[in-house]
């Protein structure tokens, strides 16, 4: 029985260290689980845009997926003061959409890629540039 249950144990380890976690978690509602950590990601993409566009963002979260060290947002911003976006006009945008992918990097989290009011499919093949990240927080 204990040559079993360590049998048991090995494959398990083995399992999870070559196919990691799988579990995958649902951001797009705040809750009292995911608060903290989803709170944390919001604000580095909107420090990342407010010094980009020299505005203060709020998101509408349209998809936001987490498993293992990457996540994944798309959703809409709009301005904190509820005024209009403005641009550049020297650079076309298309207003109002936001991606960004996440990775935990040390215990920390960063961000890998992300755009904003793109006028391409800036994402696209991105599972292919982080084969790591599963392909669930993407769906």
């Known amino acids: 029985m204990k040559r079993f249950l360590y049998s048991i144990g090995i494959i398990l380890f083995l ?3 070559v196919f990691g976690d799988s579990t995958v978690l649902d951001y797009k ?4 689980t995911n608060e903290k950590e989803r709170t944390y990601l919001l604000d580095l993409l909107r420090a990342n845009l407010s010094n980009e566009f020299k505005q203060e963002f709020v998101f509408v979260v349209e998809h936001f997926k987490i498993s ?4 994944w947002f798309r959703g809409t911003a709009k301005r904190k003061d509820g005024k209009e ?4 006009e020297e650079i076309p945008y ?3 959409h936001v991606e960004a992918l ?3 990097t040390n215990g920390k989290w960063q961000i890998s890629e992300s755009a ?4 391409d499919v800036w994402w696209d093949g991105i599972q292919s ?3 790591k990240a599963s392909k669930d927080i993407f769906q």
């Open 15 to 17: 399992t999870l260290g």
């Open 29 to 32: 509602s705040k809750s009292k």
């Open 68 to 71: 293992g060290d990457y996540a």
């Open 85 to 88: 976006i403005t641009f550049s």
């Open 94 to 96: 298309d207003c109002c």
């Open 102 to 104: 996440f990775k935990k």
């Open 116 to 119: 904003a009011f793109s006028t």
């Open 129 to 131: 540039r982080y084969p």
